[in-house]
């Protein structure tokens, strides 16, 4: 049996130059993660904020709005320019 690189021996086996910058793209690309579910999660902790002080925006805004009574006389046509004009002046002939 023939030790090769190391094998069996307490002595660590010999990374080959393109492994070795593997390992070292893998820890970068490890790191990068990290970063970006840190971010993730401060965006959505933002994004949480943001809802719940919109939302008790819109529920103030719908306590200040009072509701407007209904106008009986909303329901009525509007008077037509010159009719209430023509009803006095055929009062006037009449009298």
Known sequence: M???DGEGTSRPPTLT???QEMIRKMAQNEALVEQMLLKQQTFEEQLQQEQ????K???ELLQRLTPV???PED??????YGEEEE????E???S
């Open 2 to 4: 023939k030790i090769a």
């Open 17 to 19: 130059p393109e492994i």
């Open 52 to 55: 719940a002080r919109s939302q």
């Open 57 to 59: 925006l819109q529920q």
């Open 69 to 71: 009574p209904e106008d």
């Open 75 to 80: 329901d009525l046509p509007y008077p037509i």
């Open 87 to 90: 009803d006095e002046d055929e």
């Open 92 to 94: 006037e002939q009449k």
